[in-house]
């Protein structure tokens, strides 16, 4: 007893199943066979709760065990090697979005650009046409009133 390091507490059902917490609205079932997925609890009060609520609620079942976990022995896990290629990765994607925004910001501006020069082009084409009849008008008022003047 001397060398427990910590005390974690877990429910089980009567037929062997662990109690899974999955959380406020969560999926899945709440009774697991594996005790991997048993949710375990650093106070025994907590897990106390869970089979009051449980027996409470459904008496059918029977009242679930505590199931008290001594931990003697713990083992570091480093760690730096991970998590220095996680951040690497997402520095990665990152770099990426922000490359794939700009390639498309880019694109955007020369379509828009292109679309300008095509409509600037129109324009200049329009501005030619009016240009144009508005000679051929003044050119026709022109001769129409050189025409008044003459002598018939």
Wanted: aromatic share 8%; proline share 2%; no cysteine.
């Amino acid at each position: 007893m001397d060398n427990v390091l910590v005390t974690l507490y877990g429910v089980r059902s009567k037929d062997g199943k662990w109690l899974r917490s999955t959380g406020m609205s969560g999926y899945g079932q709440r009774w697991v066979e594996d005790i991997k997925k048993a949710r375990l609890w650093s106070k025994g009060s907590t897990a106390k709760s869970q089979i009051t609520f449980w027996a409470r609620t459904y008496p059918e079942f029977g009242i679930p065990e505590l199931v008290e976990f001594q931990v003697t022995k713990l083992v570091s896990i480093d760690q730096e090697d991970r998590v220095k290629k996680a951040i690497i990765k997402k520095k990665k994607e990152t770099l990426s979005r922000e490359i794939a925004y700009l390639q498309r910001q880019i694109q955007q501006k020369r379509l828009t650009s292109e679309h300008y020069k095509i409509e600037m082009v129109k324009l200049q084409l329009q501005l030619n046409q009016l240009n144009l009849s508005h000679q051929l008008n003044l050119s026709h008022q022109v001769s129409v009133q050189a025409r008044k003047h003459l002598p018939s």
